[in-house]
């Protein structure tokens, strides 16, 4: 539901976190790991204190824990909620889950997320594919357990962002035709001398035989029938999807550099659209190579330029995550483990965002520090630099859209 054309989107990140994230609304934030996550909408959430948030990702962790951390979460659905190598899952999230102050998650495997966003994007009523099976994901539904899902007595959605069911398991109306590799038969008149499929997926085929015999003669428990099943999933249709992209044109149309992973399905997903930008560029600038743009400025509803706004994650081609910043933050989260030490965590969070935007660059980043307990953390900068000193630092070097040389390393 874009601004009409005419109209001017671009606004401040006050402006729209006040406007487009609402209490228990699916709001789903862009990004990937430590790449191109939105954070600069997530602290001002947090200046914000919004309460009671549903948030959605892909895999953009640090919106989760940063809203998890303030104490602001209630609802997650997402498909990895860890920090790679150091922290398996970030760990004032799983305290929060255990002791009941976040409500519900729902996770996904990062195929099965894009899938829903694929059908998102597309329009389509649902996808099917094959992902989750074998797995215990498709055990546990807690938003049907917290009764969100289905309909009310009249007959509407009981949440308008949320499906009736995770998923359906049906019988592939096409008994198998479309698995990889594709079955053929060298005897056929229409095949004669035919050569196996090359694709590179070949391990249904390896365990099977081409022909899928064993699949097509086994009892699946899903259905409790015999032959070949296909999951469906209902497309995620979020309140609001806020992506971060390196350069936007002052009209909304948005070009993303790097790893893309389902952020323009997620984007083009939802209600509303507020895409967050490095810089706000002329529309010309990007028509100039315009294949290389992803996002049309009709889906737009809201533009705002966040410089550093993926800190301390990183935006590619501009500039690193910052290392040091994880290393300080897996041992302050550890608080989490008490009620207190939750406070405590909750506290430091909605001081290091500082009053603005502008002010947590300038003065915030590089001073972290946490003390509760035995619990201390120092955000420890090799160069002892803070602030945008600290950020100029980690600039990319335009030859690999990163900074190679980096100090990474792996502590405890």
């Not at 398996?88 to 999230?93: C, I």
């Not at 099943?229 to 936007?248: G, M």
């Not at 619990?375 to 002892?384: M, V």
């Amino acid at each position: 539901m874009a601004v009409p054309k005419g109209e001017n989107k671009i606004m401040s990140v006050q402006e729209v976190v006040k406007k487009f994230i609402k209490p228990k609304r699916a709001w789903c934030v862009g990004g990937f790991g430590y790449t191109r996550t939105n954070v600069a909408i997530p602290r001002e959430v947090i200046r914000q204190n919004i309460q009671d948030l549903y948030v959605q990702t892909n895999a953009g962790a640090t919106p989760i824990m940063m809203m998890g951390g303030a104490l602001q979460l209630a609802w997650v659905e997402m498909t990895y909620l860890g920090l790679e190598t150091i922290q398996p899952v970030s760990y004032e999230v799983r305290k929060g889950l255990e002791d009941g102050q976040i409500e519900a998650v729902m996770d996904f495997t990062n195929y099965s997320w894009a899938l829903r966003t694929l059908a998102g994007r597309m329009g389509f009523q649902f996808v099917a594919g094959m992902s989750d099976l074998g797995t215990d994901l498709l055990e546990y539904d807690t938003f049907a357990e917290a009764g969100l899902r289905g309909k009310d007595e009249n007959g509407y959605w009981i949440h308008p962002d949320i499906p009736p069911k995770r998923h359906a398991i049906i019988k592939d109306p096409f008994d198998g035709w479309g698995l990889r590799p594709h079955q053929y038969n060298p005897e056929n008149k229409y095949s004669k001398g035919d050569e196996p499929d090359t694709t590179m997926n070949q391990t249904a085929g390896i365990e099977d035989g081409i022909l899928y015999e064993t699949l097509r003669r086994r009892t699946n428990k899903y259905t409790g029938e015999k032959g070949v099943i296909a999951i469906l999933f209902p497309p995620d249709i979020p309140y609001v999807t806020t992506t971060h992209v390196q350069r936007v044109g002052q009209m909304g149309t948005a070009r993303i550099e790097g790893l893309l992973v389902p952020d323009v399905e997620q984007s083009l997903s939802a209600k509303y659209l507020v895409i967050s930008a490095e810089k706000i560029v002329p529309e010309e600038e990007l028509r100039l190579r315009a294949s290389e743009n992803q996002i049309p400025y009709v889906h737009v509803d809201a533009i705002v330029e966040t410089p550093f706004g993926c800190y301390p994650t990183g935006s590619t081609y501009y500039y690193d995550y910052d290392w040091m910043w994880w290393m300080f933050y897996i041992k302050a989260n550890r608080a989490a483990a008490t009620n207190d030490g939750k406070k405590a965590l909750a506290d430091y969070w909605h001081t290091i965002v500082g009053k603005d935007e502008w002010d947590f660059l300038e003065n915030k980043v590089g001073t972290d520090y946490f003390k509760f307990g035995n619990i201390e953390a120092k955000y420890e900068s090799p160069n002892g630099t803070t602030g945008f000193a600290r950020l100029f630092e980690l600039r990319a070097d335009a030859k690999y859209g990163y900074k190679p040389d980096l100090y990474r390393p792996i502590g405890k």
